[in-house]
């Protein structure tokens, strides 16, 4: 396994290497909807708006990305997301937000439940904003030499748009008001892949969870969450994350998307 070292170039050097010598690993990433619900906190997000403990402002986001959390409701999927934060495994990576992120109350907490060390720990998006473009030109390609990929995401995803011979599991709109059955039935799926099997995974906090239980079971599959990050080439819409910018043309419109999205504090990774 390679070494995680909190450096975004290192650890970008590493996931690069792993998925090289297709290594089996584990990256899963929590970000702030992940952390939210870690704290127990209802947040909304849909209708043209994020609603949540820090205030409620307008953010565009498709129907396919509308979610909900309701503590009350949703402990179970509550409690499955505090053990995969808590999980720890040799080939088992988690992103976590960190200093540029106005994060460290989240880092620091994540550190605790991952025993006080930061081993296997990294950024949330190691693989997004600054870093990706490096991402699609260095480890997407890498993709293709795996015999079977599989991508977990929703039911609208084309992924033999990329190639015809990927496969998607399929994931309905808002899982959590059908969590458990959603969780039984794509991890009964995903157990049962070929070895040395690659998962791509674009499944919101689905991610998180069914990372840390496949892991538990078949060390010998490689699962990475993906985020959006390819949402434009398996026929979903682009543009829904800031960072989808970088692959505009240089339009004056689209130069000045790029260069807010670079100017910003969280766009280069501090730890």
Do not use: C
């Not at 239980?213 to 078949?218: C, E, M, S, T």
């Amino acid at each position: 396994m390679e070494k995680i070292t909190q450096n975004s170039l290192s650890d970008f050097s590493a996931i690069f290497n792993l998925v090289k010598k297709q290594t089996p690993f584990t990256f899963v990433r929590f970000s702030d909807g992940e952390m939210e619900v870690i704290r127990n906190e209802q947040f909304f997000i849909g209708d043209g708006k994020i609603s949540w403990r820090k205030g409620s402002y307008d953010y565009y986001y498709p129907d396919f990305d509308k979610k909900e959390f309701i503590p009350d409701r949703d402990f179970k999927f509550r409690n499955d997301l505090l053990v995969s934060a808590h999980y720890k495994s040799s080939n088992y990576v988690k992103g976590i937000p960190a200093t540029h992120n106005n994060a460290v109350d989240d880092r620091d907490l994540m550190i605790r439940f991952n025993d006080n060390s930061v081993e296997n720990l990294t950024f949330s998006d190691l693989l997004i904003n600054h870093n990706f473009l490096k991402f699609r030109k260095n480890i997407f390609p890498l993709f293709f030499n795996y015999q079977h990929v599989f991508l977990l995401g929703n039911h609208r995803a084309k992924p033999e748009l990329i190639n015809i011979n990927w496969k998607l599991v399929a994931l309905q709109d808002n899982f959590f008001t059908n969590y458990a059955e959603t969780l039984d039935k794509s991890l009964s799926t995903l157990s049962k892949l070929p070895s040395n099997s690659l998962v791509l995974s674009s499944a919101s906090s689905l991610s998180n969870i069914i990372g840390e239980k496949l892991n538990r079971i078949r060390q010998d599959i490689t699962m990475i969450d993906i985020g959006t990050s390819l949402h434009d080439l398996v026929g979903m819409e682009s543009g829904i994350r800031e960072y989808h910018a970088l692959l505009l043309n240089n339009s004056p419109k689209n130069l000045y998307k790029k260069i807010r999205l670079i100017s910003q504090k969280n766009y280069k990774l501090n730890w």
